[in-house]
């Protein structure tokens, strides 16, 4: 899911400005997801969709990048509800269905936002909210920086293996575990080390000053801004009010 989640297209959801992406999609909505009764749960997932169909993003590469969350998380907290809640089995079903729903719901939005939203928005978005724009440039290299660091993880867990060593994730052999992980710990640290120290001497290099000023593009709300704000708010009253 990590690897090249940002998707670059042009459409309503990718021209809004940061911060009604970020209260609509990350706190709003998913926050009504959340609370909302379950009569209104289906209208919340129906503005699910309606966002990714706005987005231009395909139902086929949405499941691709959520599958791996939605399909653990749903298994896991049916069996919950079979193990623990109380009532017919009917019941304990439909139940776990529901909390399921409300939890992809939650991720769904959440990856979306990631989805439609270009890293360098973060530090621009910050900056307009008066947030010094070293946090936000924090924010965004860490973003970038995760399929980077997952490749290299990857390339260690294979060089190991190349050199004859048997890397197996099994909590059913606990030491053999342990001991797999301090052996990936150190080349991975340094390989992480390394690439902070290149960034870092990339930015100072380019003239970056993290107390400094920096100019930024102006940005302003838009009608669909505005629009998509009072749905995200007026569904969140409405949970609400119910």
Do not use: C
Not at 75 to 91: C, D, F, H, P
Not at 118 to 131: D, Q
Not at 147 to 167: C, F, H, Y
Not at 192 to 208: F, N
């Amino acid at each position: 899911m990590i690897k090249n989640i940002y998707i670059q297209k042009k459409s309503i959801i990718h021209d809004l400005d940061f911060w009604t992406k970020f209260l609509t999609m990350l706190l709003f909505l998913p926050l009504a997801g959340i609370l909302a009764p379950v009569k209104l749960l289906p209208l919340v997932v129906i503005l699910l969709f309606i966002f990714l169909f706005l987005s231009k993003i395909t139902l086929k590469t949405f499941w691709g990048m959520t599958k791996s969350y939605n399909i653990p998380i749903t298994i896991g907290v049916v069996l919950l509800s079979l193990a623990l809640s109380e009532g017919t089995i009917t019941q304990r079903l439909e139940e776990g269905l529901i909390f399921a729903i409300r939890f992809i719901v939650l991720i769904s939005f959440g990856v979306l936002f990631a989805m439609t939203t270009n890293p360098i928005e973060i530090p621009t978005g910050m900056i307009r909210a008066k947030i010094p724009h070293k946090y936000g440039v924090t924010i965004m290299v860490g973003y970038r920086m995760m399929p980077l660091i997952s490749k290299k993880i990857n390339t260690v867990i294979d060089a190991q293996r190349a050199r004859g060593a048997e890397i197996r994730f099994s909590l059913r052999h606990f030491r053999k575990f342990i001991l797999n992980i301090l052996s990936l710990i150190i080349p991975i640290l340094h390989s992480t080390l390394e690439t902070s120290v290149k960034l870092s001497e990339t930015l100072i290099s380019r003239g970056y000053d993290p107390d400094g000023e920096i100019t930024v593009p102006l940005t302003k709300f838009g009608s669909w801004d505005y629009f998509f704000s009072m749905v995200s708010i007026g569904i969140l009253i409405l949970v609400f009010a119910v």
